[in-house]
């Protein structure tokens, strides 16, 4: 069965230091989302992307992430100069036509900002 | 008011059991619901996904959707322990992003 994929699996990082979390969608899907989940907390969501540009996003996603599709099959999420709060599990998910079809979610990327 | 509630658990049950899993939403515009399994470190794993009210089956697994009373059910029925995870609830309006519920701890004794 098709699924989305994410590497690396865990990153430990520096504060202010610059990170760059990969996915690779499912082949036919079209949108595109990153969520996070910090440790206890319920997932939330980030940001979605669809047809080249962001069509959603949350107050978290402030002007330090920035998301890109460099190519026909990558997904990527760029954090700028992390701090220890953005430590989480970060998941990418990708989805058929939108939000009224299901989401499809990667195993994560475990990020730790010391 | 939170959009998504969930009791966190954890929910100890005996092999075979019967399982009910809830959830509670507070925007009526919501139309879409999801129940998500997540295992420990791993990402949330589709389970079912239902369109306005009814009941839903896919082998052991019953969704149930109230939407006069905004309440969302999972059931699972001869439970075994491979069935021991997180189950979320997520829902949306179809316009709008996933809300999702802060899951409950399902835990299944051999």
């Known amino acids: 069965e098709p699924e989305v994929t994410q590497t690396p699996s865990h990153q430990v990082t520096q504060m202010g230091q610059e990170v760059i979390l990969r996915c690779v969608p499912i082949?036919?899907?079209?949108?595109f989302y990153w969520y996070r989940q910090i440790l206890g907390q319920k997932v939330e969501f980030l940001v979605s992307?669809?047809?080249?540009?962001?069509?959603?996003k949350s107050e978290i996603f402030d002007d330090q992430f920035s998301v890109e599709r460099p190519d026909g099959s990558n997904f990527t999420l760029k954090i700028r100069s992390t701090k220890l709060e953005d430590s989480a599990m970060y998941f990418c998910?990708?989805?058929?036509?939108?939000?009224?079809?299901?989401?499809?979610f990667g195993n994560g990327t475990r990020l730790t900002v010391t | 008011q939170k959009e998504v509630e969930q009791d966190p658990g954890p929910l100890s049950v005996p092999e075979g059991a019967i399982v009910s899993l809830n959830c509670t939403y507070s925007?009526?515009?919501?139309?879409?619901f999801m129940w998500y399994r997540q295992y420990s470190r791993k990402g949330p794993e589709l389970l079912m996904y239902?369109?306005?009210?009814g009941n839903k089956e896919d082998g052991r697994f019953t969704a149930q959707v109230d939407k006069s009373s905004k309440y969302i059910s999972l059931f699972i029925r001869d439970s075994q322990p491979s069935d021991s995870a997180t189950y979320l609830c997520?829902?949306?309006?179809?316009?709008?992003?996933?809300?999702f519920g802060k899951g409950t701890m399902l835990l299944v004794s051999p």
């Open positions: 998910a990708s989805s058929v036509e939108g939000t009224d079809s299901p989401l499809h």
């Open positions: 082949s036919n899907h079209l949108y």
């Open positions: 992307f669809y047809n080249n540009e962001i069509s959603e």
């Open positions: 925007n009526s515009a919501f139309q879409y």
């Open positions: 239902t369109y306005s009210s």
């Open positions: 997520a829902t949306n309006s179809g316009y709008s992003t996933l809300t």
